[in-house]
């Protein structure tokens, strides 16, 4: 209820805490009991009641949501298969992988070093060849 | 927090962090069982869309579990998953926002059949099949439907108070650590909000 001035009263300050306090899950007994009283009384304080009265009671109406039964499955499907992507091998497998990439490396190397001695070789055979050919000549 | 002071609840929760920790994946499948509804409920409630809620909360437990070493054994797991879960569902609500804006900044064409109904009041879509939420029968249907609306159009931070508060049942000291602010600023939110919620009522009773 307001006054003459059109603020509110002392007892519409207190209804309107005690109507936050009840919203916010309940208020003692004495206190329900005078915020009784005042709302019978008042009007502008009666709605504020009746609102809150109704918001708290769509809010509560809306508990209850559950999640899908294969929810927790789906999340440790997803888990469990990022992890074995960033995984080490496990018994070694990886270990043995590289050591396969360096043998077959080195195996590289060494053909080509080979390869490079053989083909000096000749050259070197043939240059020999041509300058006896011409020293004899 | 000494442990003796810690409710079962919170010390299962350390036991099964701890195994974790150490590589049983059986101990966040625990975890996972143990508070998908409260997760999965909160984020649904947060954006109001089923599969948009499934793909934010498997990410959730997912963030959840990568971030397990780093997570300060002193806060209780429910708080720290819940402030997971609320940051990601306003991260998401952030991203839809963005996305209208641009849909917005098209101009007008032809229209958008995934826009919002014309009148959100009466075309209101609760989230979720009806048998998931038990609608209380004492209220009317157009009383629920405008306080969900505005609900539904309420700031971020007071949204998530709404929910865990009244949904969840969080006191306002645990949403306060859920969201990272102190009690009373909390406190102060939730009743902005449902002074928010009051004023939507306003010619409907």
């Known amino acids: 209820m307001r006054d003459r001035r059109g603020e509110k009263s002392r007892d519409c300050e207190r209804a309107a805490c005690a109507i936050e306090d009840f919203a916010d899950g309940g208020i003692g007994r004495a206190r329900w009991m005078l915020l009784r009283r005042h709302v019978a009384g008042c009007q502008d304080c009666a709605t504020y009641f009746d609102r809150m009265g109704a918001v708290v009671e769509a809010l509560a109406g809306m508990q209850g949501v559950k999640a899908p039964d294969d929810f927790a499955a789906i999340v440790m499907h997803r888990l469990l298969a990022g992890l074995a992507a960033n995984r080490p091998e496990p018994d070694g497998k990886g270990h043995g992988r590289g050591t396969l990439v360096w043998v077959a490396a080195a195996g590289v190397g060494v053909a080509v070093a080979v390869g490079l001695a053989v083909a000096r070789w000749a050259l070197g055979r043939e240059a020999s060849e041509k300058l006896a050919a011409a020293g004899s000549a | ?205």
């Open chain 2, 1 to 205: 927090m000494p442990n003796s002071r810690l409710s079962r609840d919170a010390r299962e929760d350390a036991r099964l962090v701890r195994e974790c920790r150490e590589g049983d994946d059986g101990a966040f499948e625990a975890l996972v069982l143990k508070y998908q509804d409260q997760a999965f409920g909160v984020i649904y409630r947060m954006l109001g869309d089923r599969e948009e809620a499934l793909d934010v909360g498997q990410e959730t437990f997912i963030k959840a579990y990568q971030g397990l070493h780093g997570f300060d054994a002193r806060m209780p797991f429910r708080a720290w998953l819940m402030r997971i879960a609320t940051n990601a569902s306003i991260d998401q609500l952030r991203r839809r926002n963005r996305r209208r804006e641009v849909k917005v900044d098209m101009g007008p064409g032809k229209p958008d059949p995934s826009a919002g109904p014309e009148n959100p009041v009466l075309a209101f879509d609760p989230p979720g099949p009806p048998s998931d939420i038990p609608e209380n029968i004492s209220m009317s249907n157009e009383t629920a439907a405008v306080v969900r609306n505005a609900l539904d159009g309420l700031p971020d931070n007071y949204k998530a108070v709404m929910v865990l508060h009244h949904m969840e049942g969080l006191s306002y000291s645990e949403i306060g650590t859920v969201l990272g602010v102190p009690r009373n600023t909390a406190k102060t939110w939730g009743h902005r909000a449902r002074g928010l919620l009051c004023e939507a009522l306003e010619g409907v009773m």
